[in-house]
């Protein structure tokens, strides 16, 4: 499988990112960033932050460290796991930022922390990417 090795720009235009609202901001040797402003149609029922939009900032700012999808690497999530600290309100700016720990031939392991505009921890996390 090829993919064109995708940049800030086609990046930023992927369906689903646009749909969320979710900002790529950086792209780096080892690490990535995105960002997310909470508002009311990423609200659950208590009026705040609903745990997929958190769960997906995760998990897609997992791809976008400069050895995977920067480079062309195609891949997918094998495992997700995230723990949630506190909630996110609406007008809240999420701020995800992911690291990459391991990359071997076949698997990828990286950790993610989502804070929020104050630096106070709301979720974080780790992902698996299988290299395919």
Known sequence: ??????????GNAIAL????????????????????????????????AHGGLIATLADTVSFFPRPLLPS????????LNITYIRPAAVGETLTARAELIHMGRRMASLTTRIVNQDAKLVAHG???????
Do not use: Q
């Not at 969320?20 to 508002?39: C, D, F, P, Q, R």
């Open 1 to 10: 499988m090829h993919i064109e090795p995708l940049t800030l720009e086609s």
């Open 17 to 48: 990112l646009r749909t969320l609202n979710i900002h790529l901001k950086e792209i780096g040797e080892a690490h990535a960033v995105m960002e997310v402003t909470v508002s009311e149609a990423h609200g659950n029922y208590m009026g705040g």
């Open 72 to 79: 062309g690497r195609p891949c997918t999530t094998t495992n």
């Open 126 to 132: 780790t992902a698996t990417l299988m290299l395919l």
